[in-house]
C-alpha cells in the first residue's frame, strides 16, 4: 500500500471506526483497525466481533493498492499534532507502516491484513430490509433519554435498548429491574416485522459518532440477526441480542396508582442534586432518600419532608407541594430519579403517582404519555 491522503480525511476515519475497537490481549488484531486500498478510495473496518463500523474517504493519489491492520492509538495522537494537509502512507514488507510528512517520517509496526476477521465485506444492503430513517440528531436524543437505563453489563438480556414498532409508533425501552423508561415515537407508517434488542455498547458507540453530525439522516436495515444504521459513507453493524427482553407493556399496564404529586422539574432537580451530597456516601443504601407527604391542616398545605444522611452528616428538606392522595412514607433511590427528570426540561411539571410504599413510583411530564419512568422503591429504614 503506498497512497497521499488528506490527513484531518484520515484522521476523521479512523476515529470513526475506532468506536467499535476494544483492547484484546488474547487476539490483538481486534485492537486494531483495518484499513483497504481499492481504486481511489481507503476503506477502514473497526470491529469487536458484536459490533462492526465501516467507512471510507477518497484517496489523493494512489501509488500502490494494498490492506494494513494497525494500533490506531499513537498514529491519531502523532497526526493531530502536526499540521499538514496531506500525509503519505505506504507499507513496506508487510509489517512496517510508514507515515511521511513535508519533513518527518514515522515508522509503526503492523499486523498481517490476512489475519484481520473478514468482516462484512462488500455489503449490498437490500432495500426490502429497510425500516425506517430518522434525522441524527433526534436519534441521539432518543437514545441519550432512554440508554441510563440499561446499566446491567452481567445480564445480558437487559443490558440493551428495546425498540419495537406498534402501530405507527416506535418504542424504546430499557431497564434494569429496579427501573424502567419508555419512550414513544410517532412515525409515518407501521414497521413490519421490527422488534430488535440493540446492544448498549453499541448504543454508546452511535451516539459518540453521529453526535455531531450536521443532522444527516440515519438510515436503518434489519437483515437477519443484525441491525445497520447507515449514513453517507459509513455503516454501523451490529448483532442483535436474542434473549428474551421483559415483558414492559404488562409493567407500564398492570401497575395502579391513588396519589400524585405535582412539582415543577427545575424545583426538584435543584433539591435532588442537594440531596445527592448526603446520599451518594451511605454505606448501607447508596443514594437511598426518604421521601413523606404530609397534609396540612388547611387545604393546599400539603408538604414534602425529604431526608438523607451519611456516616458523618445529614439533610432534612421540607417545602410546599401540590399532591393528591393519602399521607405516604417512601425510599427511594435518588440517582435514579434524577437521570430521569433530567432529560425533561426544566421549566416542565412532573408528575409523580403512587400507591403504597413498597410499590412502583410512576414518573413523566405533565400531559405527555410519550415518555415515562417506572421506579422501584427501597426498604425504608427506620
Same mark, same amino acid.
Given at each position: ?12 476515519? =479512523? ?13 490483538? =488484531?481486534?485492537?486494531?483497525? %483495518? ?13 469487536? !466481533? ?5 467507512? #471510507? ?13 494497525? %494500533?490506531?492509538?499513537? &498514529? ?20 512496517? !507502516? ?7 517520517? +514515522? ?11 473478514? +468482516?462484512?465485506?462488500?455489503?449490498? !444492503? ?27 453489563? *452481567? ?7 428495546? =425498540? ?5 409508533? !416506535? ?5 434494569? +429491574? ?9 412515525? *409515518?407508517?407501521?414497521? #413490519? ?6 446492544? $448498549? ?23 437477519? $440477526? ?22 414492559? $407493556? ?12 405535582? &412539582? ?92 403504597? #410504599? ?8 405533565? *400531559?405527555? *404519555?410519550?415518555?415515562? %419512568? ?9
Amino acid at each position: 500500500m503506498h497512497i497521499k491522503v488528506n490527513r484531518q480525511n484520515f484522521l476523521s476515519a =479512523i476515529r470513526i471506526v475506532e468506536k467499535s475497537v476494544k483492547e484484546n490481549k488474547i487476539k490483538p =488484531i481486534l485492537s486494531c483497525i %483495518y484499513a483497504k486500498v481499492k481504486e481511489n478510495k481507503i476503506y477502514f473496518t473497526g470491529t469487536n !466481533l458484536d459490533t462492526t463500523i465501516k467507512t #471510507s474517504i477518497d484517496v489523493n493519489e494512489v501509488i500502490r493498492e494494498g490492506e494494513v491492520a494497525f %494500533y490506531y492509538s499513537i &498514529i491519531d495522537e502523532y497526526l493531530k499534532e502536526i499540521k499538514d494537509e496531506f500525509v503519505v502512507l505506504r507499507v513496506e514488507n508487510g509489517n512496517i !507502516l510508514f507515515i511521511e510528512t513535508e519533513d518527518s517520517t +514515522t515508522e509503526y509496526d503492523v499486523f498481517s491484513a490476512e489475519d484481520y476477521p473478514n +468482516t462484512f465485506e462488500n455489503i449490498v !444492503l437490500n432495500e426490502n430490509n429497510f425500516k425506517f430513517e430518522i434525522p441524527s440528531q433526534e436519534l441521539v436524543n432518543i437514545f441519550e433519554k432512554v440508554l441510563f437505563s440499561a446499566d446491567t453489563p *452481567d445480564n445480558i438480556a437487559m443490558n440493551c435498548i428495546r =425498540i419495537e414498532s406498534i402501530l405507527k409508533h !416506535l418504542h424504546f425501552v430499557s431497564t434494569n +429491574t429496579y427501573r424502567l423508561t419508555f419512550l414513544k415515537k410517532s412515525m *409515518d407508517k407501521d414497521i #413490519s416485522d421490527f422488534s430488535v434488542s440493540v446492544p $448498549a455498547d453499541t448504543i454508546s458507540s452511535i451516539i459518540k459518532i453521529i453526535k455531531g453530525l450536521d443532522n444527516e439522516v440515519i438510515k436503518i436495515y434489519k437483515e437477519d $440477526a443484525h441491525l445497520y444504521f447507515q449514513y453517507k459513507d459509513t455503516l454501523i453493524i451490529t448483532k442483535l441480542i436474542e434473549l428474551r427482553f421483559p415483558n414492559y $407493556a404488562e409493567i407500564l399496564s398492570n401497575i395502579s396508582y391513588d396519589k400524585k404529586l405535582y &412539582i415543577n422539574n427545575e424545583k426538584l432537580t435543584n433539591l435532588l442534586k442537594r440531596i445527592l451530597i448526603f446520599s451518594r456516601s451511605n454505606s448501607e443504601s447508596k443514594y437511598s432518600s426518604t421521601y413523606e407527604f404530609k397534609h396540612g391542616e388547611e387545604n393546599n398545605n400539603n408538604k414534602l419532608a425529604i431526608s438523607a444522611l451519611n456516616e458523618i452528616a445529614r439533610i432534612n428538606e421540607e417545602l410546599d407541594v401540590n399532591f393528591e392522595g393519602e399521607d405516604l412514607k417512601i425510599s427511594l433511590n435518588s440517582k435514579y430519579l434524577l437521570e430521569f427528570v433530567q432529560n425533561i426540561p426544566k421549566e416542565k411539571e412532573l408528575v409523580l403517582e403512587f400507591m403504597y #410504599s413498597n410499590s412502583a413510583v410512576k414518573v413523566y411530564e405533565k *400531559d405527555n *404519555d410519550e415518555y415515562i %419512568y417506572i421506579l422501584m422503591p427501597l426498604a425504608l429504614r427506620e
